[in-house]
């Protein structure tokens, strides 16, 4: 039998608590140790990605070579070059450049043929652990 068919006069009131506070203390603290966990992990994981991904700007100097400046990339980093202007994008057609590192302070890009000072790249760096 149900608590209102045990109580038919009383109307609709909440059927009592059989959990007491020292129960509902006791799950608060269960999930505050989880989420304190899960804060504690995601902060490992952002310290572990931190700085093996960076992104910039850069526009090509007139000639074959563009230094750029970039404490943040290492000796096994991987950078990746994105023209953003038409002019970068029809200077890269049916041409090649290579990167080459200087570790901690910038990479080089060095093209197959002059550019015109004009072409603008944006850049990712994505350095393995």
Known sequence: MSWMENNPNQGYQTPPQTAGVTDVVTQLQGVVSQLSSLVKKVANLVAAISGRVLSGNFTATAGTTTVVAQPGVKANSIVTLT??????????????????????TSFTVTFTSGAGGTETFSYTINTPT
Request: charged share 5%; no cysteine; proline share 9%.
């Open 83 to 104: 023209p953003t202007n038409s002019a970068a994008a029809t200077f890269l057609a049916g041409k090649s450049y290579f990167i080459t590192i200087i570790p901690s």
